[in-house]
């Protein structure tokens, strides 16, 4: 049984540090690339994040580079996104995913949600 669970959402406030933790079972995990998604009420899902099954390589989209950041251990089967200074805009409910690096097979996460709100 596959398995993807976000955690680590909830209430922070503007200048906060957060880390969002994806925990997976089922599922060969070191042959995934890994993604962190984020979508707003009524907007498309976006990327903010991606590392490829090794860490060899890393994406982050500009609007996401300088406070976003991507990291997975392969022994924990776990991925996470760091976010520095979050800001009212970060406010999104954020997903993982992992996509096999041949085959394309995906799998998502249901998501955890960031507010941010002094």
């Known amino acids: 049984q596959v398995q993807l669970v976000e955690s680590g959402g909830g209430l922070v406030q503007p200048g906060e540090s957060l880390r969002l933790s994806c925990t997976t079972s089922?599922?060969?995990?070191?042959?995934?690339?890994m993604s962190w998604y984020r979508q707003f009420p009524g907007q498309e899902r976006e990327l903010v994040a991606f590392?490829?099954?090794?860490?060899?390589?890393?994406h982050i989209p500009d609007f996401a580079q300088g406070r976003f950041t991507i990291s997975r251990d392969n022994d924990k089967k776990t991925a996470y996104l760091d976010v520095n200074s979050v800001k009212p805009e970060d406010t999104a409910k954020y997903f993982c995913?992992?996509?096999?690096?041949?085959?394309?097979?995906?799998?998502w996460g249901q998501g955890t949600q960031v507010t941010v709100s002094s």
């Open positions: 995913k992992a996509v096999h690096r041949y085959d394309g097979t995906t799998y």
């Open positions: 089922g599922f060969t995990f070191r042959t995934y690339g």
């Open positions: 590392i490829t099954s090794n860490s060899d390589r890393i």
